[in-house]
């Protein structure tokens, strides 16, 4: 099994173009040692974003990211993994949303990472940034099926067809 590093973390997915972060709680194990997002196979994340827009996940990992950029889509973790015998602590959110003021709306993939991010990082938020909970696309969420995750998930195209999100474009 892989030693962390101290502070280990993923670094953001976002551009100029990302209007909408995702952000996932904590990157797991698997994600750390491949440097990838949501690379449980178990995870849904991919089938569900790409499901968004009737489409299949694309290989190699680098088309995924490609696709969540052209669809104005920013991807992170509340959290980030500390050292051996240190836990998780939290990421700069502050200092990311600053550094991209063109975020309108945080979508939390899960209920685990809206609290993480309610206890680290809420208060002092710009209250002009909109906030969602969607359903966790964890393989570990079984009380829906696939489909009712898009379905719920589709709160994400929505909001970005919204001539709201196109202004800022």
């Known amino acids: 099994m892989p030693r962390w590093t101290m502070n280990s973390s993923l670094d953001p997915t976002v551009d ?9 709680d904590v ?14 196979p178990s995870n849904q994340f991919w089938k569900i974003i ?11 990992y680098e088309h995924r990211i490609a696709f969540l950029l052209e669809k104005r889509i920013a991807l992170w973790d509340v959290l980030k993994v500390g050292g051996e015998g240190c836990g998780p602590s939290p990421n700069n959110l502050y200092g ?10 945080i ?24 906030l969602g909970l969607l359903p966790s ?15 719920a998930w589709m709160a ?6 919204t001539s709201d999100v196109r202004r800022f474009d």
């Not at 100029?16 to 996932?24: A, M, N, P, Q, T």
């Not at 790409?50 to 190699?60: D, N």
């Not at 696309?137 to 379905?151: A, E, F, P, V």
């Not at 994400?156 to 067809?161: A, S």
Request: aromatic residues 8%.
């Open 16 to 24: 100029c173009k990302s209007r909408v972060l995702i952000l996932g």
């Open 27 to 40: 990157p797991g194990k698997l994600s750390l040692a491949r440097r990838q997002y949501y690379a449980n």
């Open 50 to 60: 790409f499901g968004i827009w009737g489409s299949r996940p694309a290989e190699p």
């Open 96 to 105: 990311f949303l600053r550094a991209h003021p063109h975020i309108i709306h």
């Open 107 to 130: 979508f939390f993939n899960g209920k685990e990472a809206k609290i993480l991010f309610e206890n680290s990082a809420a208060p002092g938020l710009d209250p002009s940034i909109g």
């Open 137 to 151: 696309s964890s393989g570990m969420n079984t009380h829906l099926t696939l489909d009712q995750k898009i379905d």
């Open 156 to 161: 994400i195209r929505k909001l970005l067809d």
